[in-house]
C-alpha cells in the first residue's frame, strides 16, 4: 500500500496570505489528522476529521481550518499567515484493527513565511 | 504546561545492549499511549502502542511499559541497532484512540558501534 501523501512538500508565503496543504491518507484509512511541529513548540494537534466530519480539535485560532472530503482525502487551510505559522505540518492517517489504532504520518509539508 | 515529558534529551548505547527511553505524563485522563521514531526530514514512524488497561506490550524487539499510578511508561528496545538511531518521541491521547495526540519533547538515541 503507498503511504501518507502530502503536497506540496516545501512552500514559502508572505505574510497575510493564505495557504491550503493537502494530503491523502492510505487506501481504507477513514480518519486524517493533522499536526504542526515547530521546534519551539514540538509537535501539537491541530484537527481530526473522520468520514468528512471534524472529530477532534486542536488549541489553534480559527485561521486553521480544514476539511475531508469522500475519499478521505484531507485539505489544511491557513488565512492571513504569520510568521510563527512558519512549520512543518504533519497530516497523519489511522486505523483500527485488533483493539489497537495504529496511525501513520505522511513525510509533511514545509511552510515558511516571511 | 507540558502533559507529556521526556526529561532526557539524547541518550547513547552500544549496539547490542538494551536501550530505555522514558516518558513521564501529568493527564491522568490520558488513556492511550505511543511511541513514534522520527528520522530528519521524515515524519514519524509508528513503533508500537498501549491501553491503559494494560501493562506491557511487545512487538519484536520494542517493548512498552506502562505505570499507571506513577504517571510513567517506558520503551525497550532489545537488541539495540545502528539503525534505531533516530529521536523517539512518546505521545498521549485521553480518546482512548490515537487521536488528538499530545506529544513528548523527544529523545535523541545514538546507537554506537
Known amino acids: 500500500k503507498a503511504g501518507v501523501t502530502q503536497t506540496p512538500r516545501y512552500l514559502i508565503k508572505t505574510r497575510g496570505q493564505q495557504v491550503t496543504l493537502s494530503c491523502s491518507p492510505i487506501?481504507?484509512?477513514?480518519?486524517v489528522s493533522w499536526y504542526q511541529q515547530t521546534p519551539g513548540q514540538g509537535l501539537q494537534f491541530l484537527f481530526e476529521y473522520f468520514s468528512e466530519t471534524q472529530r477532534n480539535k486542536g488549541n489553534f485560532p480559527g485561521r486553521f481550518s480544514g476539511r475531508q472530503f469522500s475519499n478521505s482525502r484531507s485539505e489544511m487551510n491557513v488565512s492571513t499567515l504569520e510568521l510563527g505559522d512558519s512549520a512543518l505540518y504533519l497530516c497523519a492517517s489511522s486505523y483500527l484493527a485488533g483493539g489497537q489504532e495504529t496511525q501513520y504520518f505522511g513525510p509533511g509539508t514545509r511552510l515558511l513565511v516571511l | 504546561d507540558q502533559q507529556v515529558k521526556q526529561n532526557s534529551p539524547s541518550l547513547s548505547v552500544q549496539e547490542g545492549r538494551i536501550s530505555i527511553l522514558n516518558c513521564d505524563y501529568t493527564?491522568?485522563?490520558?488513556?492511550?499511549f505511543l511511541w513514534y521514531k522520527k528520522y530528519p526530514a521524515e515524519g514519524p514512524t509508528f513503533l508500537i502502542s498501549?491501553?491503559?488497561?494494560?501493562d506491557k506490550n511487545e512487538d519484536g524487539r520494542f517493548t512498552v511499559f506502562l505505570n499507571k499510578s506513577a504517571k510513567h511508561l517506558s520503551l525497550h528496545i532489545v537488541p539495540s541497532q545502528p539503525g534505531d538511531s533516530a529521536v523517539y518521541f512518546c505521545a498521549a491521547s485521553a480518546t482512548g484512540t490515537a487521536s488528538k495526540l499530545t506529544f513528548g519533547t523527544g529523545t535523541r538515541l545514538q546507537v554506537t558501534l
Open positions: 493527564n491522568s485522563m490520558f488513556d492511550y
Open positions: 498501549i491501553s491503559s488497561i494494560k
Open positions: 487506501s481504507g484509512h477513514r480518519s
